[in-house]
């Protein structure tokens, strides 16, 4: 199984070093890392550094994201942000699963432990509300969610808190009945680069204007989403 991993940064060479250190542990044979926005000299194995011009847009990560699909070389591309490692067993995890997927969740745990945004819903989903904000012409910082209400809500059929604005999917579930309401954090993903070559992400949207919840809304009736519970990753930092 030959992985591409595409970490975003804005120039935080602390700890991409050390997500490149979990990377290497897994002894991997083939495999490429891309960095976007490390301005930096990386003297690391099977690693490419593209630097970007931050003040272009601040925030402006559907373009890294899209630089690393098109950088590359492999079917199956890992994109984080630069505060995700990846657990020893990660790849054991990958091969136990296998390669038949189209786009693909592992579990993320916090710093103590407990879940982080992995395998999830979208409560908006629940309700029947869609994200519009897609359209601008150029990008638009802060710009504010635009919703559009459709005659779906099945918060009470799934007794879902509706309080709540996540709710996790317990792991053993396959997601099968889930697919129009499921969440993918843009923080970690896995998808094939066809998946990513006929779906890319809005670069007219930033940094949180929504640009993981357009692309999910894209995808998810053409693209399975499935969940790997083998493979698991962790924060490195509080968010």
Known sequence: ?????????NNNINNINIIIDSIEQLNIPNYQIIIIGCNCVLNRKNTLVISFNENIYPGWITKKKNLITKQAKYDI?????DYIIFHPNWYKGMIKYGNIFDVLINPILNLNGTRFRDWILNINFLRGKYLINGNRQTPIINAPDEWIQQNENVIQKYNINEKLQTHFIDYDNDGKDLQ???YISGSYFIAKKYVMEKFPLNENLLHGQGEDVV????????????????SVNKLIKCK
């Not at 591309?77 to 942000?81: A, C, G, T």
């Not at 692309?215 to 083998?230: A, C, G, L």
Request: aromatic fraction near 18%; charge should be positive.
């Open 215 to 230: 692309w999910i809304q894209n995808i998810r009736n053409i693209y399975k989403i499935s969940f790997n519970k083998h």
């Open 180 to 182: 129009n309401y499921i």
């Open 1 to 9: 199984m030959d992985i591409t991993f595409g970490i975003i940064t």
């Open 77 to 81: 591309i890992v994109y984080l942000h």
